[in-house]
């Protein structure tokens, strides 16, 4: 089992999930084997008193395949 970083930002209406299934939507299309994923870190970025975009950082696990 590995583990790889993905830092995704945006100003998504759908806020903090959509920006979850955008990294996992992300994560699946390059890696093989993903079988979960754990959010490290949110932030929100507010300009004037309203949001203006979120930041995940999350961690996907996955199965490595063996080359032999």
């Known amino acids: 089992m590995a583990t790889h970083d993905i830092a995704v930002i945006g100003a998504s209406a ?10 996992v939507a992300r994560a699946t299309k ?10 490290k870190d949110m932030n929100v970025s507010i300009e ?14 996955f199965q490595l395949e063996d080359p032999s």
């Open 14 to 23: 759908g806020g903090f999930e959509a920006l979850i299934r955008l990294a």
């Open 30 to 39: 390059t890696l093989r084997g993903v079988e979960g994923a754990w959010v």
């Open 48 to 61: 004037d008193g309203n949001i203006k975009g979120y930041r995940i950082n999350l961690e996907v696990t």
